[in-house]
């Protein structure tokens, strides 16, 4: 059966819901416009998905090339959270940044992001899928690929242990917390023997590859990384479940960036092919982009807390006004 894309089956989805209104923005967050004579630097935020030790050689280059060709000192900004990112260009401590469709969406609620560019994939595509990942060696394995992973997951959870990446991520939590747990009424934080959050992919992938935890989360472009950072660890790691396509990564900055500053940064990235350095990403460059690309993962955020809501037992009146609120910004997303 064709598979349909990940945004067709999120609004296939929240079509079926009711509500008006999208999630407001923060506005008791803003930050003074910066003026142009005052930017001597800028920082650009890389969310966490593997260790800073992997991620700084693979950035700095690239770091390099962006400071030379728009006349700015720029410095790599890394986190331990994809919150941290947030939280820095919330602050005005960051002005740039890589984001996951979910921490972007997050930033550009309360952190005054813009979403500028996203990345194109070596292969000139621009998505990714999210997987639910097991040991070669588990015997759970081959049981979860005949039966279908997600359906193994969900039936034999109380039998497991397994690990997200953390809460910000989109691959490595929101879309398997949505197309496997939401979807199914399973409270994973309920259902598992032990459940842990390992903090970033590559924690993820190697907890699986030392048989740490039976599943966990992970996606396809850090698997692709991991081939090439630790092939020996790939090696042991089986893909059960894949999700349905993801929109490829965001670029964004603050929007009170002077507007000089903004062309400078969308003329590198929007022109930028150097292989050798894009390479190692498995990029080939990125386009312009609009926000409402991640509106798909907009409504599959607000979708899964009204499964949430719904698969309680009884629901206080907060929780009613609660899962009105999130109909009515649902209904409100899909008119824009």
Known sequence: MKRRTFIEQAALFSASLVGTQLISQSTSNWIEPVQAASIKELNFGIISTESQANQRPLWEPFIAALSKSIGIPVKAFYATQYAGVIEAMRFGKVQVAWYGGKSYIEAARIANAEVFAQVVNADGTKGYYSYLIANKDNPITAAAKKQGGDKYVVKNASKLTFAFNEPNSTSGF?????????????????????????????????????????????????????????????????????????????????????????????SFFYSYKDRQ????????????????????????????????????????????????????????????
């Open 174 to 266: 929101l879309v398997p917390s949505y197309y496997v747990f939401a979807k199914n009424k399973i409270d994973p934080k309920k259902a598992f023997k032990r459940l842990i959050f390992a903090g970033n992919h590559e924690a993820t992938a190697l907890a699986v590859a030392n048989k740490q935890v039976d599943v966990a989360t992970n996606n396809s472009e850090a698997l692709d990384r991991l081939e090439k950072t630790n092939p020996t660890a790939r090696k042991k790691i089986d893909i059960i479940w894949t999700s349905p396509v993801i929109p490829s990564d965001p670029i964004a900055y603050r929007k009170d960036l002077p507007e000089d500053v903004k062309k400078k940064l969308r």
């Open 277 to 336: 350095i894009l390479a190692p990403f498995n990029w080939s460059g990125f386009v312009a982009a609009q926000d409402k690309t991640w509106n798909g993962i907009r409504e599959l955020d607000i979708a899964k807390k009204v499964l949430d809501l719904q698969a309680q037992e009884s629901l206080s009146d907060a929780d009613k006004k609660k899962l009105n609120e999130l109909n009515n910004q649902l209904r409100a997303l899909q008119g824009r």
